[in-house]
T-cell receptor, first 115, second 114 residues
Framework: DTAVSQTPKYLVTQMGNDKSIKCEQNLGHDTMYWYKQDSKKFLKIMFSYNNKELIINETVPNRFSPKSPDKAHLNLHINSLELGDSAVYFC??????????????FGAGTRLSVL | SQQGEEDPQALSIQEGENATMNCSYKTSINNLQWYRQNSGRGLVHLILIRSNEREKHSGRLRVTLDTSKKSSSLLITASRAADTASYFCATGPYSGGGADGLTFGKGTHLIIQP
């Protein structure tokens, strides 16, 4: 009954590989996000996806691409992984609707290690 | 520019004492939120204060907001060992649309000594 679930929890891979992280929310929310948390615990928004509208943080390399098969899922695909991509990636969701307070619900995170 | 910077970066206190963390931000806001992150876990929403509010309480939490100084504080009273975590303030876009996510500060790591 986890509200926002991401898989895998840990991902260890070689430089140059392509990988995906999956995210699902069962809260019925209309907006989902991906955040990156670096080694100093700084969290930065990467993408938000709301009713087919994708908003991209301009600092995110185009090797990163979100894909949303439906409102409950927002997966993250990463091509040609680099050492600097090592971080913890968090998926989150919120219900913006007509009252955009934007309280977000987070998954447990995926720790990506690129060797 | 980075929105939301917490102060101090780390705080260690004895159980039962009060813990105060501060946050400063740079642009106009619709609301400000505080989140907690336990080690190895995701963030959990604690409390939200709107831009037209000055103070808000929730259990042992007290949040203040000073929009003229662009700052907020989070007070945890009667701290417990379970309060050991990192605390982040977060702000959204002024328009309140929110679809472009929250901007988080660097967080305050709080350690409660038993």
């Amino acid at each position: 009954d986890t509200a926002v679930s991401q898989t895998p929890k840990y991902l260890v891979t070689q430089m140059g590989n392509d990988k995906s992280i999956k995210c699902e929310q069962n809260l019925g929310h209309d907006t989902m996000y991906w955040y990156k948390q670096d080694s100093k615990k700084f969290l930065k928004i990467m993408f938000s996806y709301n009713n087919k509208e994708l908003i991209i943080n301009e600092t995110v390399p185009n090797r990163f691409s979100p894909k949303s098969p439906d409102k409950a899922h927002l997966n993250l695909h990463i091509n040609s992984l680099e050492l600097g991509d090592s971080a913890v990636y968090f998926c989150a969701s919120s219900q913006l609707g007509t009252r955009p307070l934007n309280i977000q619900y987070f998954g447990a995170g995926t720790r990506l290690s690129v060797l | 520019s980075q929105q939301g910077e917490e102060d101090p970066q780390a705080l260690s206190i004895q159980e039962g004492e009060n813990a105060t963390m501060n946050c400063s931000y740079k642009t106009s806001i619709n609301n400000l939120q505080w989140y907690r992150q336990n080690s190895g876990r995701g963030l959990v929403h604690l409390i939200l204060i709107r831009s037209n509010e000055r103070e808000k309480h929730s259990g042992r939490l007290r949040v203040t907001l000073d929009t003229s100084k662009k700052s907020s504080s989070l007070l945890i009273t009667a701290s417990r060992a379970a309060d050991t975590a990192s605390y982040f303030c977060a702000t959204g876009p002024y328009s309140g649309g929110g679809a472009d996510g929250l901007t988080f500060g660097k967080g305050t790591h709080l350690i409660i000594q038993p």
